[in-house]
C-alpha cells in the first residue's frame, strides 16, 4: 500500500544539462568573458558593485552635494542659462555674432592713425554711413536690453 | 454628417462625441478622467474645445452637421493649459523616479505632449493608504479624476469608492471613509487598472518598473525635494523621463495571457521583470472582461514563484521519501510501469484523468495518449466534479453542452434567474455584468439558493428552498405557466419536439406539492413565474449548487426545460448558462479528454468516427466507451484499475469520501501525478512529474462562454518543470510513440481538421486578444448565440425531456443538520495555488463553518468555537462562524481546506446517477461544540471585506464638484 508521503531527500545534479551551444556562441562566450576580465582590471565591475549594493548612499551623497547652497546656486544658474537659450532666436544671436565678427575684423585690420577724437570729430564719424549704422543696432540692443531689464519681475 | 475642426472639414459620424471625431482625425486634444471602458467622466475639464464661440467637453458633447470646432489654438488651448495646471496643483511629478512611467502613464504623456513646462503642486495633507495587502492610495498624487470610481460604482460595481467632492481637497474614499483594509473592497484591483496616474498602485510593481525607482523612499524624496528646488522648467527632465520610460521596456516585459483561476476567461497583460510578476493590466481589448478583473486575477499570482514549486521529477523509495530524479529516468519507469500494468491486466487497467486548468491542445494529447499509446478508453477530466450534469441537461435538451450565448446575452437579458450559484464570489467579473445590468439598465434579478450571499441581497426575487428541491420549484413554476397559458405556442410548434409528454410529466408538480417539498410559500413561485413570463429575454445561470445532487442532470435539464417552454433560447439576451467553475473545464471536454467522446464530442462508439481518428494517428483504437472518473474509483475498489495518470487534479481531496479516496489511491500497482507542487494527492505518486503554471506556456482554453483564446507564454519553465504537453509527449515517446511536436500550434493544426467543432481554430485567427467562439467553420466564422436557426439535433429541433426528482439525502436524527458548501472569492479550488498568497491568506487565514444566529443560539455556540462535523462518511474539525448569511438547520462550509476542514471528509458516495457526479451538496451531519472561544472572535478577521458595508452611489456625481463655489465651468472662462 502506498502511504502518502511529503518528504524530499536532497537532488543529485540533473542529468539533463543541454548540451554546449554551437562554436560560434562559445567564441561570442569567450570575448564576452575576456570583456568581464578587462573590467574587472580597471575596477569597472567592482565600482558598479559597489553602486548597485549600495545606490541609496551614493545618491544620497550626490543628492546632498547638488543641495549644497553654492552648488545649488550653480545648477541654477545653469538650468536658467539653459532657458535663457532656448528663448533666444538663433537668428538674432546669428545677426549679432555676424555684427561682432565684422567689428573684429574691422578694429584689426584699420590702420589707427592715432589722432585724438573729439567731440566734433564723434559728430563727424557719425556721418559715416557704416559708423551710423553701426550706432543705430548699438541702440537697439540698449533699448532692447532697457525693456528686459525694466520688466517687472514674475 | 460634416464639420469643420480647425477649419479642415472632417466627416462625422452620428452619435459620435467630438472627441472621438478628434481621435479618429488624429486631431489630439488632452483627455486625462475619458477612458473607453467608462465613458466621458466630465471631471477633469482638459479636452474643452470651442465650438460656436464656446467652451464645450468634448468627451461629453455629440458632433452635430455644421459645427466648427476650434481644438488645438487659441481660447480653447488656454481653457486645456488651465485644466491642466489644476491637475498639475494635485499631483507631484517625478516621473523619472515614478513606477507609473512605463510608456502609458496618461499625464506623464499629456504633459510632454502638451509641451507643458511647469507646475505649481499643493500638497493635499491627507496620508497614505497603504492598508491593503495589494495596493496603496496616495492622495497626495490623486488628480479627482474619478476613474477609479466609475469603475468600483458602475463597471464592476462593488460600490465601494467615492468621491468627496466636499472637502476641501476632494479626495476618493472607501466606504464612508474608512481605511481600504477595513471597507467593503473586494480588492478586484480594477480601480489600480483604471488610474491614470500613480495615485493608485499595484503593490508588487512599487520599486520594480524602472531603473530608479527601487530608491529607498527617505533618498527618494530628498531626491525629488532637490529637483524641485531647481528646476525652472520640466523640459529637461520629461525629456528624461520619457526616454526612460522607453527604455523600461527592455526592463518589464508584457505577456497576453488568459487567467487560470475560474472559466468567465479573463484576459490581461501580465508584466514580468525576470521571474517577477509585477502586475496584471487588462485591458478594454479584452473580450470578457474589459478593464475589469478579480482579486485571484488581479494579485493571485504568487504561487508561480513559491519556494514550493516542484522543479524535478520525484520518484518514491523504498524508505518514505521521495528522490529527485532525471527526467529521462522518471519517463522510462512511467512506460515501465504502464507497460507492465497493460501487459499483465490490459490497458483498461490504466486510468487517465486531464485537468481542467490544463490548455485545449494538453487536452487533445492526453486523450490522444490514452487511446492511441496506451490503447484504452479510460480518460475523463474534473469536470466530472461539477460541471458534467450540466452538460448533460443540455445535450438532452438543445444537443450543445456549453452556455448556449455569451457573456454580452446576460448583460442584454431583460431578466436573470440564478440558480445555485454564488456568482459574485466564484465568477465576480461575470457577476458585474449581471450587477451592472440591473444598476444602469433595470435588468430584474431573481435568486435560488440556500444562502443569503451577495447577488441573493441585490435580487428582486430571493427564493431559499429547501436543500435539494431546485428541480420541484422549477417545474412547478413550468406547470404554473401551462396552466395559465403562458408558454411560447408558436416556438414550441415550430422549434420543438416531445412537448406533450413533458406536459404531462409535469401533472405533480402542483404549487400545493412545491410547497410542502420546497418549503417555498406558494406566492414567491408565482412571482417568479410571472417575472418569467414578463420578461422579454430571460437567461437562467446555474452551477454547483444545482450541479452536485443526485438529480443535479435532471434539474440541469429542468431549467433547460423551463427555457424551451416560455421561448427563451435562440435569441440575443436568453439562454441557459452552466457557470464554468476553472479556466478551462468547458475545454479540457470540447477537446476529447472525456469518457465516451473524442474532440467535439465524436462518439467513440460511432465507428467512422473512430476511422477518422485511426487513419489520422496511424493506430487503431481501442472500442467501448471506456471509465469516467467516479467509475475508475470503482473499478480501482473491485483491483480492476490497477494504475493511474492524473494531471493537476487534488484527488483525495476533490473526489467525495476522502477515506475511501486514501484506500484507493494507497492501493493502486503505480500512479503518476503530474503537477505544480506536492499536493496531497501528489504524496500518493510513485512519480511525480514537475508541470510549468499557465504562465510559462502557449496554448488555449475555452471559457464559460464557449471562447477560444491564446495565453502566450510569459516566464520560462522554473527549473527543470515542463509544460503538460511536453511531458505528455515525453510519456507518449516513452512508451514508443514517434510524436515530435515543438509548438502547441501544431497540435492544433493537427486536430482542427479532424474537429468539425474547431475546423476553423488557427492560432494565427487567435493572434492576441482575438478570439473565436465555437462552434468554429473552417472559414473561421462562429457566432456568440446558439440556437438562432436550428437546435443541434439532426432535425434541428430542441427536445423537451422529461425529468424525475431525486430526494436528497434526508437528513435524520443522528444527522441532524445539513451541510452546505461552496466557493469563496480569496480561494480557489483545494487552494493549493492560493494558500500560498500571503494577500489572500491575510483576507481568509483559515476555514470555518457559517451556522446561522438561530442555530447557533440553540446550540450555544459564538465566533471562534472549534466544532466537530460528523456525517455518516467520516468527520472534519473546524471554527464557527455565526452569520445571517445561513439559515435555519443549514451549515455551509467553503470548499478550499486542506487538512482538517476539509469538507470530503464529509461528503458520502451517493452520485448523480446520469452523469456520475458526486452529491457533494448533500451532506447530512451532527455538529458537536469541542472547545469554547473565551471571547467571541470570528475566524474571518475584520479586515475581510464580509464586515464592511457597501457604500453604492451613482458614480462619481461630477455635479458635486460643478456646484462647488471654486469652480468655474468652462462657460465662464
Same mark, same amino acid.
Given at each position: ?69 553654492? @552648488? ?10 539653459? @532657458? ?13 555674432? @555676424? ?32 559708423? @551710423? ?22 | ?159 465601494? *469608492? ?10 476618493? &474614499?472607501?466606504?464612508?471613509?474608512? #481605511? ?19 495615485? *493608485? ?109 516542484? &522543479? ?38 490504466? !486510468? ?12 487533445? *494529447? ?242 467512422? &468516427? ?81 508541470? #510549468? ?74 493572434? !492576441? ?26 432535425? !434541428? ?78 468527520? #472534519? ?97
Amino acid at each position: 500500500m502506498a502511504k502518502p508521503i511529503a518528504t524530499i531527500e536532497g537532488a543529485p545534479a540533473s542529468e539533463t544539462a543541454e548540451k554546449v551551444q554551437a562554436s560560434a556562441e562559445a567564441a561570442a562566450e569567450a570575448e564576452f568573458r575576456r570583456l568581464l576580465v578587462l573590467a574587472h582590471e580597471r575596477g569597472v565591475l567592482q565600482g558598479l558593485s559597489h553602486l548597485l549594493e549600495e545606490p541609496d548612499a551614493a545618491l544620497g551623497t550626490a543628492t546632498d552635494w547638488a543641495t549644497q547652497p553654492g @552648488n545649488l546656486a550653480v545648477v541654477k544658474h545653469a538650468l536658467r542659462f539653459y @532657458n535663457t537659450l532656448q528663448s533666444i532666436d538663433p537668428r538674432a544671436v546669428q545677426e549679432l555674432l @555676424n555684427g561682432l565678427d565684422g567689428a573684429a575684423k574691422a578694429a584689426v585690420t584699420t590702420r589707427d592713425d592715432g589722432r585724438v577724437l573729439g567731440f566734433w570729430g564723434l559728430l563727424r564719424a557719425l556721418r559715416d554711413p557704416d559708423v @551710423n549704422r553701426g550706432m543705430r543696432f548699438l541702440l537697439r540692443m540698449a533699448a532692447g536690453l532697457g525693456r528686459s531689464v525694466g520688466k517687472p519681475k514674475a | 454628417m460634416k464639420v469643420a475642426v480647425e477649419g479642415k472639414p472632417c466627416e462625422a459620424r452620428a452619435g459620435e462625441s467630438i472627441l472621438a471625431l478628434l481621435a479618429r482625425n488624429g486631431i489630439e486634444v488632452p483627455q486625462l478622467c475619458y477612458h473607453p471602458s467608462l465613458g466621458p467622466l466630465q471631471t477633469c475639464d482638459t479636452c474643452l474645445v470651442e465650438v460656436g464661440g464656446r467652451l464645450v467637453r468634448a468627451c461629453a458633447t455629440p458632433v452635430q452637421d455644421g459645427m466648427q470646432v476650434a481644438a488645438q489654438s487659441g481660447h480653447a488651448r488656454k481653457a486645456q493649459l488651465d485644466a491642466m495646471a489644476e491637475i498639475l496643483r494635485n499631483h507631484n511629478m517625478y516621473c523619472t523616479v515614478c513606477d507609473n512611467n512605463n510608456g502609458d502613464c496618461v499625464l506623464h504623456n499629456t504633459v510632454y505632449r502638451m509641451g507643458i513646462e511647469s507646475q505649481a503642486f499643493e500638497p493635499k495633507g491627507y496620508p497614505v493608504d497603504d492598508s491593503s495587502p495589494f495596493y496603496v492610495y496616495d492622495p497626495d498624487q490623486c488628480i479627482a479624476c474619478g476613474r477609479c470610481v466609475e469603475a468600483c460604482q458602475n463597471l464592476v460595481v462593488n460600490e465601494v *469608492l467615492s468621491l468627496d467632492w466636499s472637502q476641501g481637497r476632494p479626495r476618493v &474614499v472607501w466606504d464612508r471613509g474608512a #481605511a481600504v483594509d477595513r471597507s467593503s473592497c473586494v480588492s478586484c484591483g480594477t480601480c489600480c487598472t483604471v488610474c491614470p496616474v500613480n495615485a *493608485l498602485m499595484e503593490k508588487s510593481i512599487l520599486g520594480q518598473a524602472g531603473y530608479v525607482t527601487g530608491i529607498l523612499k527617505s533618498v527618494k524624496d530628498r531626491m525629488v525635494d532637490a529637483v524641485k528646488e531647481v528646476e525652472t522648467s520640466f523640459s529637461p527632465l520629461m525629456l528624461l523621463s520619457t526616454v526612460e520610460g522607453e527604455i523600461r521596456k527592455g526592463l518589464v516585459k508584457k505577456t497576453k495571457t488568459v487567467c487560470t483561476f475560474c472559466g468567465v476567461g479573463c484576459t490581461f497583460d501580465v508584466w514580468t521583470r525576470d521571474r517577477k510578476v509585477l502586475l496584471v493590466q487588462p485591458s478594454p481589448e479584452s473580450p470578457a472582461n474589459a478593464v475589469a478583473t478579480c482579486v485571484k486575477g488581479k494579485f493571485g499570482w504568487d504561487f508561480v514563484n513559491s519556494p514550493d514549486r516542484l &522543479v524535478e521529477p520525484l520518484i518514491r523509495t523504498e524508505n518514505g521519501s521521495f528522490r529527485e530524479a532525471s527526467w529521462e529516468e522518471a519517463l522510462a519507469l512511467v512506460a515501465r510501469r504502464f507497460s507492465e500494468v497493460k501487459a499483465k491486466d490490459g490497458p483498461d487497467a490504466i !486510468g487517465v484523468i486531464a485537468s481542467c486548468t490544463g490548455t485545449n491542445e494538453e487536452s487533445y *494529447l492526453t486523450q490522444k495518449l490514452a487511446r492511441a499509446v496506451i490503447g484504452t478508453n479510460n480518460v475523463d477530466n474534473c469536470s466530472r466534479y461539477c460541471q458534467s450534469p450540466a452538460t448533460m441537461g443540455l445535450w438532452r435538451t438543445v444537443g450543445y453542452g456549453g452556455d448556449s450565448g455569451g457573456i454580452e446575452d446576460i448583460e442584454a437579458a431583460d431578466l436573470v434567474v440564478i440558480v445555485g450559484s454564488n456568482t459574485a464570489e466564484a465568477h465576480p467579473v461575470l457577476a458585474s455584468r449581471v450587477k451592472r445590468a440591473r444598476k444602469l439598465h433595470g435588468q430584474k434579478l431573481a435568486v435560488l439558493d440556500l444562502r443569503r450571499h451577495e447577488m441573493a441581497e441585490r435580487a428582486d426575487l430571493f427564493l431559499r428552498p429547501n436543500p435539494g428541491t431546485d428541480l420541484v420549484v422549477l417545474n412547478a413554476i413550468g406547470k404554473y405557466v401551462l396552466d395559465q397559458g403562458w408558454e411560447a405556442k408558436e416556438f414550441i410548434a415550430s422549434r420543438t419536439n416531445g412537448f406533450a409528454e413533458f406536459q404531462a410529466s409535469l401533472e405533480p408538480f402542483t404549487l400545493d406539492y412545491a410547497e410542502k417539498v420546497t418549503g417555498l410559500p406558494r406566492d414567491q413561485i408565482i412571482r417568479l413565474a410571472a417575472m418569467i413570463h414578463e420578461s422579454k429575454g430571460t437567461c437562467i445561470l446555474w452551477a454547483m449548487g444545482v450541479t452536485q445532487h443526485q438529480d443535479g442532470s435532471e434539474t440541469s435539464t429542468a431549467i433547460a426545460n423551463l427555457l424551451l417552454l416560455t421561448g427563451n433560447f435562440g435569441r440575443t439576451g436568453t439562454g441557459g448558462y452552466p457557470l464554468r467553475g476553472h479556466a478551462n473545464v468547458q475545454g479540457v471536454s470540447d477537446f476529447g479528454s472525456l469518457t465516451g467522446y473524442l474532440p467535439g464530442y465524436q462518439k467513440t462508439s460511432d465507428p467512422e &468516427v473512430r476511422k477518422k481518428f485511426e487513419a489520422a494517428w496511424g493506430v487503431r483504437l481501442p472500442e467501448g466507451t471506456g471509465l469516467n472518473s467516479e467509475m475508475m474509483v470503482l473499478a480501482a475498489e473491485e483491483g480492476k484499475l490497477r494504475a493511474m495518470y492524473l494531471m493537476g487534479e487534488d484527488k483525495i481531496l476533490a473526489d467525495s469520501d476522502q477515506g475511501r479516496m486514501d484506500k484507493v489511491l494507497s492501493g493502486l500497482e503505480f500512479l503518476v501525478v503530474q503537477e505544480l507542487f506536492l499536493t496531497r494527492t501528489a504524496q500518493y505518486a510513485d512519480v511525480v512529474l514537475p508541470a #510549468a503554471a499557465s504562465l510559462e506556456k502557449e496554448g488555449t482554453f475555452v471559457s464559460t462562454e464557449r471562447r477560444v483564446q491564446r495565453l502566450y507564454k510569459a516566464l520560462e519553465p522554473l527549473g527543470g518543470s515542463k509544460p503538460d504537453w511536453a511531458i505528455i509527449q515525453g510519456v507518449a515517446r516513452a512508451l514508443g510513440a514517434d510524436w515530435d511536436y515543438t509548438h502547441p500550434s501544431q497540435v492544433m493544426e493537427e486536430l482542427a481538421p479532424l474537429t468539425p467543432m474547431f475546423a476553423g481554430v488557427t492560432y494565427e485567427r487567435l493572434e !492576441g486578444f482575438h478570439s473565436l467562439q465555437w462552434p468554429i467553420a473552417a472559414d473561421g466564422s462562429c457566432s456568440s448565440c446558439l440556437y438562432t436557426e436550428r437546435f443541434a439535433f439532426p432535425d !434541428g429541433k430542441a427536445r423537451f425531456y422529461v425529468t424525475k426528482f431525486i430526494e436528497p439525502i434526508p437528513t435524520s436524527k443522528e444527522f441532524d443538520l445539513y451541510l452546505n458548501n461552496g466557493r469563496m472569492l480569496e480561494h480557489f479550488h483545494w487552494g493549493n495555488l492560493t494558500w500560498r498568497n500571503p494577500g489572500l491568506v491575510e483576507k481568509v487565514p483559515e476555514m470555518f463553518v457559517e451556522v446561522s444566529p438561530e442555530l447557533a443560539a440553540s446550540r450555544g455556540l459564538k465566533d471562534g468555537d472549534t466544532v466537530r462535523l460528523t456525517s455518516p462518511a467520516g468527520s #472534519a474539525k473546524t471554527k464557527v462562524l455565526v452569520t445571517d448569511r445561513v439559515s435555519g438547520n443549514v451549515l455551509f462550509l467553503p470548499e478550499h481546506g486542506q487538512g482538517e476542514a476539509a469538507v470530503n471528509r464529509l461528503s458520502t458516495d451517493k452520485v448523480d446517477p446520469s452523469a456520475r457526479t458526486p452529491a457533494y451538496k448533500e451532506i447530512p451531519v451532527r455538529m458537536e461544540k469541542l472547545e469554547s472561544c473565551p471571547v467571541p472572535t470570528p475566524p474571518l478577521p475584520r479586515t475581510n471585506p464580509r464586515f464592511a458595508r457597501r457604500n453604492p452611489r451613482p458614480g462619481v456625481e461630477v455635479e458635486k464638484k460643478w456646484a462647488r463655489p471654486d469652480y468655474v465651468p468652462p462657460e465662464k472662462r
